[in-house]
């Protein structure tokens, strides 16, 4: 790992973090959780600060630094790892806050549950469109720059998902789906913004290493605050989310990898 790479992202990413969650302050963003006292209200912020430099920040800077995940570093529990820390916070900051109704917070809240968890499947049908689209666009301009196309590659943490039982591998779809829409889209694109929410979603799957791919990370994700904004409803995100993630490995990287 290039240690002067890894300081200089990660002071770029707690700068982000500093000027999105200021942003969010001065314009009310946490207004909303009604906090009983101020104390709980600097508690509450410490620690959402905390949860983006350890899960968002720190993996974009090691990745991108040479350093990369790989399977040696990976288990079975360190798969959820990330999910699980977003929802220790999510459980802590809602007994912190004034505790708003459930469903509110959440932003789950509707009437109409099948249609909204429908509308997710042509949404992530799009999603990967463009996505793919986006990327190919990069690697074209990337080659014709160059001389020669720009080689894709496959994070090798991508095999060890692909090997594991099929029931792990629902799991950690399930988990991604509910845990990181529940993260990114519920609670964090209300409070500080859609553009925030979006970076720091792209910037958490850094871990990997592969420049090209946070590329179609960030077309997706700003494919998933879109949707959220427009139906103030999380339910067609996680579906569009679980959706894309599914056909990715269940369908796309095995045909990819045999191909």
Known sequence: ??????????????????????????????????????????????LLILVLLVCVVAPFSVGLSGHPATPKELSLASAFALHAIFLA?????????????????LAIRTDRPVRLLLIGFPIAAFAWGVSIAGMLV?????????????????????????????????????????????FFRSFLQPRIGAVGATIFFTLAHGVYGQPLLLVGICILASVLALTFALYRNVLPAVVAHGA??????????PFALGF
């Not at 700068?15 to 600097?42: C, E, H, N, Y």
């Not at 916070?89 to 917070?105: C, E, K, N």
């Not at 894309?244 to 990287?253: C, G, Q, T």
Request: aromatic share 14%.
């Open 244 to 253: 894309f993630d599914a056909f990715e490995i269940f369908v796309l990287i």
């Open 89 to 105: 916070f999510l459980v802590v900051y809602y007994f912190l806050s004034g505790r708003m109704p459930l469903a509110d917070f």
């Open 1 to 46: 790992m290039n240690t002067a790479v890894f300081g200089i992202l990660f002071l770029i990413g707690a700068v982000s973090v500093a000027v999105f969650l200021s942003r969010g302050l001065r314009r009310g963003g946490f207004d909303r959780d009604a906090f009983p006292t101020p104390a709980r209200k600097r508690a509450a912020i410490f």
């Open 138 to 182: 990069l690697q074209l301009a990337l080659g014709s720059h160059g001389g020669t196309a720009a080689k894709p590659e496959i994070s090798p943490v991508i095999p060890w998902i692909l090997a594991l039982p099929v029931a792990f591998k629902i799991a950690i779809v399930v988990s991604a789906m509910v845990f990181e829409e529940a």
